[in-house]
């Protein structure tokens, strides 16, 4: 399967509609859905509409939340990618990963990725990253790709902000 973007240790390719019981599987442990504003996806009906409905659509527009391996072994840890949020006119940089995968860089090594490709080869102005002002790990990351606070909002349930990064 074709890599869209490598890094060192990273891989990201696009999701293809039977990497339904990845998405059941990574949204399965509340700790990773704590703060994302959804929950565990019921079955493998739900999560085929949610890569038909909502994944799929993003990516003739060379953008969109790609599925993210390990380059050592192979294993999907989660997933990170620029989505084009219509209601709002803006594009959201997003990430998740497994639990066990945490606190290893992985977030950053990838989010930078998409970042610098998304400036490079999409031409993009503004990108900007939403997070619960209690996932701390998450704003630490929005912060390491260069963006600085634009407004607070919900996220869910959970009071979270805006970040944004603008082309000078
Ligand atoms: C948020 C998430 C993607 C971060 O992934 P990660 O691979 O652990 O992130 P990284 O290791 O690249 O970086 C995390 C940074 O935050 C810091 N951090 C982690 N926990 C922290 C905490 N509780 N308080 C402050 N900083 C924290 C780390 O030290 C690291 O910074 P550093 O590189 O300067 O040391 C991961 O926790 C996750 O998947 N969470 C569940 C899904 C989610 O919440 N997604 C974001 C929705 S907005």
Redesign the pocket.
């Known amino acids: 399967m074709e890599h869209i973007l490598e890094t060192e240790r990273l891989y990201l390719r696009a999701f293809i509609i039977e990497d339904a019981p990845l998405l059941i599987d990574l949204n399965s442990d509340p700790?990773?859905?704590?703060?994302?504003g959804d929950g565990p996806v019921a079955n493998i009906k739900e999560a085929e509409r949610i890569l038909k409905e909502i994944i799929f659509p993003q990516y003739p527009n060379k953008i969109g939340r790609w599925a993210v391996h390990l380059k050592s072994n192979e294993e999907f840890i989660?997933w990170?990618g620029i989505k084009f949020i219509q209601e709002d006119n803006e594009y959201d940089l997003?990430?998740?990963?497994?639990?066990k995968?945490?606190?290893?860089?992985?977030?950053?090594?990838?989010?930078n990725a998409v970042m610098n490709y998304a400036k490079n080869n999409l031409q993009l102005k503004e990108i900007i990253?939403?997070?619960?002002i209690e996932?701390?790990?998450?704003?630490?990351?929005?912060k390491?790709m260069g963006m600085t606070y634009l407004r607070n909002e919900t996220?869910g349930h959970d009071p979270?902000e805006v970040y944004i990064w603008k082309k000078n």
Not at 94 to 99: A, H, M
Not at 129 to 132: Q, V
């Open positions: 700790e990773v859905t704590r703060y994302t989660g990170c997003g990430y998740r990963f497994y639990k995968h945490w606190g290893k860089g992985y977030a950053t090594e990838s989010a990253g939403r997070a619960a996932n701390t790990a998450s704003i630490h990351v929005l390491k996220c979270a």
